[in-house]
């Protein structure tokens, strides 16, 4: 999210490939924030014995998001 031009830049991309990087990392940065979320939950889920619950929370975010 902070640097994605310097990052790219590491790997000799072209311009046109950074304009596309740039776009694409701020996309996968917001995504880990609904990822560790929903690992949180379901972690607590298992803790409080709904394992049911657990697995459809994991099954759904690896599904649809």
Known sequence: MLF????????????????YGI?????????????GLSTMISTYMQAIERVLSSIMIQIFRQMFF
């Not at 776009?23 to 990822?35: E, V």
């Open 4 to 19: 994605p031009t310097q990052i790219l830049s590491l790997f000799m991309a072209s311009e046109k490939m950074r304009s």
């Open 23 to 35: 776009i694409a990392m701020r996309i996968m940065a917001a995504g880990y924030l609904f990822c």
